[in-house]
């Protein structure tokens, strides 16, 4: 089995900082991308950013210019610094990861049990 173990939530004020880390351990023969989502409450979880294995990133509108997705040179761990926080920021925010993984022809995609961030006004 894969796990990804997340870390980082908080409450924040408007305008603070926060990094999030999540890393994937178990069973795992390859770690394709990487990415974060979140869901606030009432609403459909949304992309908030991923990056390839070897680096490349993409990003959600609503976060361009104020997360930055980076990952370790092991490949699994991944990191979302997210700047000039907003309340519309608020959300849990899952980790996620296409995992090769020993013994299986096929990647699959594993998810962490979530962390909470709060942004106060």
């Known amino acids: 089995q894969v796990q990804l173990v997340e870390s980082g939530g908080d409450l924040v004020q408007v305008g603070g900082s926060l990094r999030l880390s999540c890393t994937a351990s178990g069973n795992i023969y390859r770690v394709n991308d990487m990415g974060w989502y979140r869901q606030a409450p009432g609403k459909q979880r949304e992309l908030v950013a991923t990056i390839t294995r070897d680096g490349s990133p993409n990003y959600a509108d609503s976060v361009k210019g104020r997360f930055t997705i980076s990952r370790d040179n092991n490949k699994t761990t991944v990191y979302l610094q997210m700047n000039s926080l907003k309340p519309e920021d608020t959300a849990v925010y899952y980790c996620?990861?296409?995992?090769?993984?020993?013994?299986?022809?096929?990647?699959?995609?594993?998810w962490g049990q979530g962390t909470q961030i709060t942004v106060s006004s």
């Open positions: 996620n990861a296409a995992v090769g993984r020993r013994g299986y022809y096929s990647a699959k995609n594993f």
